[in-house]
Nanobody
Framework: QVQLVESGGGLVQPGGSLRLSCAAS????????MGWYRQAPGKERELVAN???????NYGDFVKGRFTISRDNAKNTVYLQMNSLKPEDTAVYYC????????????WGQGTQVTVSS
């Protein structure tokens, strides 16, 4: 019902920046929260940031102050501006969207690799 297409990952040096995009399509009515989780090999997924339809944001403690999430409701697209990237930010970043059903329904993007390395 909902498809999430994300882009913007790649290889960047420490201290560099990347901008991720996630575009939602399909049955997007009632989608509220959108954001990103990330997962590195051998580690559990962790919240990077999310934003609701009203523009309220939430960040993981380890990225707050470096990353900024924003949303263009007209384009059904969420953006994650990542600055001051560190090697420990290396992971696959998965866009997600939540429909506030009971229980909530979660949709996932295909993932985009972010590699921070010299």
């Amino acid at each position: 019902q909902v498809q999430l297409v994300e882009s913007g990952g790649g290889l960047v040096q420490p201290g560099g920046s990347l901008r991720l995009s996630c575009a939602a399509s399909g049955s997007i009515f009632s989608i509220n929260v959108m954001g990103w989780y990330r997962q590195a090999p051998g580690k559990e997924r962790e919240l990077v940031a999310n934003i609701n339809s009203g523009g309220r944001t939430n960040y993981g403690d380890f990225v707050k102050g470096r990353f900024t999430i924003s949303r263009d409701n007209a384009k059904n697209t969420v953006y994650l501006q990542m600055n001051s990237l560190k090697p420990e930010d290396t992971a696959v970043y998965y866009c997600y969207a939540v429909r506030p059903s009971v229980p909530p329904t979660i949709y996932w993007g295909q993932g985009t690799q972010v590699t921070v390395s010299s």
